[in-house]
Every structure is written in structure tokens, then in C-alpha cells.
């Protein structure tokens, strides 16, 4: 049985219409009128005990205000959702202990407590034994290094820090499920790579599952197995990174050095993409054309002084789907 | 089910807490004590060396101000509304609908917390000098004491209430500096905090006497200087605890529509 069930979920929010104008704002005091924000629209996934999940799409696609319904904090305007056999903004409060949840852009610590005092407060809101708690807290420190700002208030903690104290604070009472709002937002490399090892060790050692969302494709590629694609409300795609990148992953990019930067191409299958000094991107589709025989193309009219064949990053996929859309590229592929 | 020791963490948290604003708990004192000297100033320029007024003595009137502007210390000395409308702001409170306890029943007892370190640390040192230092009435008897205390309890959860009312109110309204005037207009007037009510002109005691915030200071302010006794006790403490029901109706009526609000609109 799935842990968490969304079906034919929507969010509209009504959105008070600015009147422009003096004469606008003064009918506005009396007569407001509102238009209907479609945030979310329609979207069903079932995600099963253990999995790794990567919920992605553009800005303002909908992403929070899905997490925002499975946390209980938001009620969808139509369609059903359980987690964990709950529904959850019937029992917000009962959810609350099956989950854990990091905001990326906001904390949840309290901002002016030393960051332990937020620790034992968690305890005690969540009923965490004390043996279990010690048991936590000597595992996140080991591995999120919390030791180093245990005792400084949580408002003077740096991005990174305040992060790692998030995400071991969701964990404290152990909930099976974890919701991560753009986790990795504003970490410098390091840090990224150590949120991204520690989500990996819960996943696997708990078997806790995660739904993730972020605009870092490294993090999908990292973690996720499968991934939910979702623009403007809807969704676009649900399933394996692996099998997007299949897809995908014909089209390829040539990297030639030639003599002469603004020397034409003039290949069936390839087109230039890109151009940079004496550097030129070509896409070809595989299909279409082998590298090999594109390289040999080339060479019949230019002189190569060195080449590379990229691999498409998930990255660039993605940003072609939010671009152009996910249904176009699967014909014209 | 109430889960009576989460909540008194939240009261050992926020004493923690005002240990570490010290500075803050200093400045407030400071202020308090300012106010205390100009309401005592004005009161004795307006007996002007007369015995007594309306029935109070100038010693008992001082009493009445010195006690007043103590219990003003103990009101003021919990998360002010200008902190919870930030909060509200924010977002941080439609993130704590998300917990597994009752929001206003949370800051009630971190308010608790936070009043503690003030009492303990400022106002009781401070207002222990004032007595000692200036002759002022202290009530004779022990029921006194405990009428005093009981009264300005009930007094500390109406202002709560209403308050938090006045807070939760700003998940409505886009602007909310006229709500923040009316609350503090009513808390300091109609309270009867600097001018007792039995000064006031005739319609205005009368409309005072039928509000609530007579309870938060001049009922025990009243009770502590001997000008209610008696029967009035009880009639007085009984208006009390009808109107500190009816603000915790509407503190729970208002903060339902808020977070009904906020998961229906995204606050
Ligand atoms: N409380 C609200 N009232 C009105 N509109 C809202 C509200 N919350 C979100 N929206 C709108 O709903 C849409 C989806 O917002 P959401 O925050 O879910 O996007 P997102 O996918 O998380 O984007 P981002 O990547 O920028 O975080 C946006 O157009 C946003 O403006
Ligand atoms: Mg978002």
C-alpha cells in the first residue's frame, strides 16, 4: 500500500484584484473583486514505503503549495490526499508526528533560542524518549556536525548551519515520512554534497521516504530514483530519471575547437547551438547522425583542433521541457 | 488531552529566553519606572496637599498608581502585539498550525515564562524599594493579599485574550494600525490603569464598568487600596470571570476563522 496517496488533487487562491487609480482604490474599499489563482490542477501520484522522490518544476509551478497540503497546512479545494493512512489537514496534528518537514527558506527553529534549547523543545513537543533522543542527536552531530553551533541562537547560525539544524530537527521524532521544500537553497558546494549524503544515509538506513523539491538538478540526480514533473500547476511527467534521460538523452551536444569561429555548418541532423571564440556547439540527434560520422563531416570542410562529445545533463533536459514544454519534445524526438 | 508538561517547557524556554535580553528586560524596567514617576507627579499635583478626593486618600491614590504601574509591568511583559502581528506577518504562526499543540495556549504559557524572569529579576526588587521607600498602604489583611492576587490573575488572562485577539485579528485586515490604537487606547484608559474609574465622568464609568478592561487593572488595583470591599468583592470578580470567558470565546472564535483562513488561503 502506498504511504502517500494524492488524487485528483487542486489549489485555487483567490487573489484580490488591484484596482489602479484613485477612483479604482476607493471602489475597492467597498467592492473587492477577486480572481482565482489556479496554484495546483489536478494532480494524482502514489508514492510507495521507502522511495526517493524529486518534485520539480519552475518557479511558481506549484511545488510548496503540494508540500504545504501534505503537511495539513493548506486544505486542497477538490481531490483526496492520505499520508500514511491520514488525511492530513483532518488531523494536522496527528500528521505532524508521521512527519518531518524542512522549509528551505524559512526555519522552524525558534529564532532567538541557542539551537539546543530548539532541540529539547522538539523532544518535547514530538514525546521523543530520552533514550532515543540521545540516540538522534549523537548521529546527526556526527554527521551533520551540529556540535559546532549547538549553543549559538539560532538567528546567528550561518545559511549552511541553520539548514543542517533543520533537517536534524524534522528527524528528531523519527517520522517514516520527509517533506523538503528546496533544501539545498543558497549552500555552498560542501554543504550541498553533506545535506545530500545525510538525506541519502536516512533514506537508506531508515527507510524513511522523502519528497524533495529544488531547482538543483545535481540533487535529483543524486538522489532521486523517480521524479514528478510538474509546470503551471500540472503534471508533466512521473517516473524514472533514467528513463527521462532515455528519452532524452539522443539529443547529444559536439564540441569543436575549428580555426575559424564563424565558419557555417551545413549538416543534416546537427545544428549549431552555441558559439564562443573559436568554439562551436553542435546538437545532433543520435538517431539521426553518430558522432562519428558528424566529427567526419566536419573534418571535410573545417580542421578539428579538438573535440568533445557531452552527455546531456538531467539539467538541460529539464530546462528544455520547462522551456518548450514536455509533450512537444516527446513527438519531435 | 492536555499535555501539561509541553507547555511548561514553553515556560521554561521563554525564561531562558528573557535571560538572555537582558538588556531588554533593563530597558523595560527603566520605562516603567518613568511612568510610574510622571503618573505619581501628576497625581500629587492634582491633590494638590489635599487630604482626600472622592473618599481616597492621596496616600491610597499613590498606592493605586504605584500598583497599577506594577501590574502594567507584569502585562507588558509578555510577547506584545506588535511581535505577534510580525509573526502573523511572517508566516511563522500558519507554520506552527503544523505542530501537535494548541497555539494560543502555547504563548499563554511561554508568557508565563517570560513574565516570571521580569517579576523575579525586576519588577519585585524594584517595587520592593518603592514601598519601603515611600509610605503607601499595604492591605492589612491576609484575604486581601489573596483576593489581590487572585483578581489580578484573571486580570493577566483577560488582557491575554484580548490581546491575542487584537493579533490574530491582523490575518484579516491588510492594515492594522488602527487595531493596534483602539487596543491601546482601551488598555490604557478604560482599564482604569492611570486614572481610577471612580474619577472618571458619569458615562464614561458607566460604559468602563460594563467593558472588560476594568478587570485587567482596576479591579485588583481597587481591591489591593480597600476602595472595593465586601460584597463588591465578589460582584467584582464575578464580572471578571464573565468577561474573561467571553474574551476566550472570542479569542478561540477569532483564531479559528484565522487558521481556517490560513489553510483555506494560504494566510
Ligand atoms: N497564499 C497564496 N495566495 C495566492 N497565491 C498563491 C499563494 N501561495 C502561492 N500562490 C501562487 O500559487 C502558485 C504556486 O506557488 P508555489 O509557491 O507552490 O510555487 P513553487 O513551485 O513552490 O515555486 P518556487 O520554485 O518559486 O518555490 C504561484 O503562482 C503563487 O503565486
Ligand atoms: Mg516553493
Redesign the interface.
Known sequence: MPIIEVNNINKD??VAKRETGFLGSVRSLFKREFIKKEAVKDISFSIEKGEMVGYIGPNGAGKS?TI?ML?????PSSGTIKVNGIVP?EQ???N??NIG?V?GQ?T?L?W??PTI?SF??LK????VSDARYKQNMEIYQEILGLDEFLNT?VRQLSLGQRMRADIAASLLHDPPILFLDEPTIGLDVVAKEKMRTFIQEINRERKVTVILTTHDMEDIEKLCNRMVLIDHGQKVYDGDISAVKERFGKIRTLVVDVENGEATFDIVGAEVVKREANRVWLQFNRDEISASELIGRITQTHSIKDLTVEEPAIESIISRIYQEGFEEKLVSV | MFRMKLYWTFTKKAFLRSAVYRFDVLSRMGSNLIFLLMWGSIWTALYAGKESADGVTFQAMLTYIVVSQFLSGINGAGTPLWDMQEKVRTGDIALELMRPFDVPLRYLFADFGSVAFYFMFALLPVYILVFLFIDLTLPMSWETWVLFLITAFIGFLIRYCIEMSFSFLSFFLVETGGIVDIFYFAMSLLSGSVIPLWFFPDWLEKLAIYMPFQGIYYIPTSIFIGKITGVEIAFSIATQIFWLLVCYGILRFVWHKASQKVVVQGG
Open positions: 487562491f483567490m503549495t504545504k503537511t495539513g497546512i493548506l486544505v489537514y494536522r496534528q496527528k505532524a508526528s518537514v522549509f524559512r522552524q525558534w532567538d533560542l534549547e529539547e523543545l518535547e513537543i514530538y514525546q541562537p
